[in-house]
């Protein structure tokens, strides 16, 4: 049985891999089948392609400017009806091992291509019930390598997959990074000022936050394909909000989900400008429980496994189709 040269993986999925020679290669493990994977309008993904025959000695990442739809070598195809090309922010090298693992030589080597998918596409809406909803389910992604295009994954393209960033994900400088605990990894939330909210500086009740994500959709006005946002353009997407003072807390659907309006307590939702597939989320602190609040503990400077209250707010925030949290840390009154 012959394997095809590459196959296209989509974090965190279980791929099986391919080369001249029959060799099995994890691209990403998961409990779930690999496909049909769920994307939305203008959704920063990474895709994962085990033994791409590329070598890279470090990240390539697109110049400044509109996002290329060929970089290193790599490009991406977006198949509704016909091709689209995605924009590529970044493709870079991953091994499967991490510092301290046995040698070099037995690691894997994947190379991670991170993409825009295109804006304008026709999502799914199964809560619409029309007729013309059928040619969505053959909606599908694939990558090429030096122009040769790769096995089709199918996707199903809805209206937003929200996605707070953290500091795991491969799309920021800081791969590699993990959270031992067995915690979610740090979400990037920020005071006004910039600085991230951390255990060693906490937010504060009623202080107005700032959480970045990918997968919020289209803007109003419509954002175009691989080009930075000029300006602060709302999403169209009503999302609802949630807040939870429980300490690691993980994330619910927000009762507010299914309602037609932004809360008092989300200041703003939509893109980030100077940022292709950026969003941001603005939210208002709630004052903390009047019987107390446990303080956070910064984990990186605890033994290895101590249970310590690595967040003592959780935030979500979703709409019909998707939903994500942010853990922070607020400062006890």
């Known amino acids: 049985m012959r394997f095809s040269k590459y196959l296209l993986c989509f974090f965190p999925l279980f791929c099986a891999a391919q080369s001249a020679n029959p060799q099995a290669a994890i691209g990403g493990v998961s409990y779930v089948a690999p496909a049909p994977l769920a994307v939305a309008p203008g959704q920063l993904i990474t895709l ?15 110049p400044s400017g509109t996002l290329p739809t060929s970089l290193a070598g790599f490009s991406a195809i977006f198949r509704q009806g016909s091709d689209i090309p995605m924009p590529i922010l970044m493709v870079q090298p991953i091994s499967t091992c991490s510092t301290g693992a046995p040698p070099p030589s037995s690691c894997g080597a994947t190379t991670a291509v991170t993409v825009q998918i295109p804006f304008g596409i026709r999502t799914l809406c199964p809560l619409c019930l029309t007729s013309d909803s059928a040619p969505f389910f053959f909606t599908m992604i694939a990558i090429a390598i030096n122009g040769s ?22 799309i920021l400088p800081t791969v590699g990074s993990y959270s031992p605990t067995g915690l979610p990894c740090p979400q990037l939330v920020t005071h006004a000022d910039g600085t991230a909210v951390s255990p060693r500086n906490p937010a504060k009740g009623g202080e107005a936050l700032i959480a970045y994500a990918t997968g919020l959709g289209q803007t109003n006005p419509p954002l175009n394909s691989g080009q930075a946002a000029t300006a602060a353009d709302p999403v169209q997407t009503p999302f609802g909000v949630d807040f939870n003072y429980r300490p690691n807390a993980l994330a619910t659907r927000p009762p507010g989900a299914y309602r037609i309006g932004i809360p008092a307590s989300l200041l703003y939702a ?9 969003y941001q989320i603005n939210f208002v602190v709630p004052p903390p ?5 446990a303080p956070c503990v910064d984990w990186t400077t605890s033994p290895p496994g101590i249970n310590v209250v690595q967040t003592n707010l959780t935030v ?18």
Do not use: K, M, W
Not at 289 to 293: C, D, H, V
């Open 48 to 62: 994962f392609v085990p033994n791409s025959g590329i070598s890279l000695t470090g990240p390539v990442r697109a």
């Open 316 to 333: 979500s925030v979703g709409s019909v189709y998707s939903f994500d949290g942010a853990g922070i840390c607020v400062q006890p009154n």
């Open 289 to 293: 429980p009047p019987s107390g609040l």
């Open 149 to 170: 295009t790769g096995p089709f994954l199918e996707v199903n393209p809805l209206s937003d997959q929200i996605h707070f960033l953290t500091s795991c994900d491969v």
């Open 270 to 278: 939509g893109a980030t400008p100077g940022f292709a597939g950026l």
